[in-house]
């Protein structure tokens, strides 16, 4: 199967162009508006440095519905006990540092190179991307940032410095998305870690029909707004 290579032109071929492991295409930039129409249609970049940029759409998709989110007993406990402080949108920016920073099991660098930092502070910048921080005793402990457009949330990256953090944090924030309605999470690739918390498999067709009903930016603004008052309220 051939991998396309983008020009200046904003358009992507269609996500069932992609290889067996999801490699869609190569090249193009990372222009807001072009990264609004990736995750509109199922797709995300994800390269190296020394690469240029590569886009994917892996079939099957791992996704979360909000609906499904499973808490362990242990988890349950640091509710009860409001082990941490979770916030919204505080600070951008350092959770997306940290997340590149943080070192990873069976990975020797991360793909959240510099072009990426920037591109992911333009559209927070917008109102697209989000982050969720959960702070300990000792400061910012984890977190977790993403994209929200329409009524869906395209988790990206997370990290912890002290045990359970991000998961704290990323429970928070599937609860407070229930909350307002939103469905879906999408977690693009499968992890053991991702499954125990609830995510499951779904065929890409699948994934693209509810992108289709349930993606149009012109929403996210007013849908974010309704997740906000769920996450603040201290009702999740």
Not at 23 to 42: C, H, K, P
Request: overall charge negative; aromatic content about 12%; charged content about 20%.
């Amino acid at each position: 199967m051939p991998i396309y290579r983008l020009t200046d032109d904003l358009v992507f071929p269609h996500p069932t162009n992609a290889t067996e492991d999801g490699l869609l295409a190569v090249g193009g930039d990372l222009s807001t508006e072009r990264l609004i129409l990736a995750y509109q249609n199922g797709i995300f970049p994800w390269y190296n440095d020394d690469d240029p940029i590569i886009w994917w759409s892996p079939n099957p998709r791992c996704v979360l519905f909000t609906d499904k989110i499973k808490v362990s007993k242990s988890m349950q406990t640091l509710f009860r006990k409001n082990a941490f402080t979770v916030t919204l949108d505080q600070n951008f920016k350092q959770v997306m540092f940290e997340c590149k920073d943080i070192l990873r099991h069976g990975q020797g660098g991360t793909w959240i190179n510099t072009d990426m930092q920037e591109a992911y502070l333009e559209l927070h910048k917008f109102g697209f991307a989000h982050s969720v921080e959960v702070w300990g005793d000792t400061g910012l402990v984890g977190g977790l940032y993403g994209v929200f457009i329409g009524n869906c949330f395209f988790g990206e990256s997370m990290f912890a410095k002290q045990s359970n953090a991000s998961k704290y944090g990323f429970i928070t924030l599937v609860k407070a998305l229930n909350k307002a309605g939103v469905e879906l999470i999408d977690c693009q690739t499968t992890t053991l870690h991702l499954l125990s918390l609830g995510a499951e498999e779904i065929d890409r067709n699948d994934f693209l029909e509810y992108l289709d009903n349930n993606c149009s930016s012109e929403f996210t603004q007013e849908s974010w707004g309704k997740v906000e008052i769920e996450f603040n309220g201290k009702n999740c």
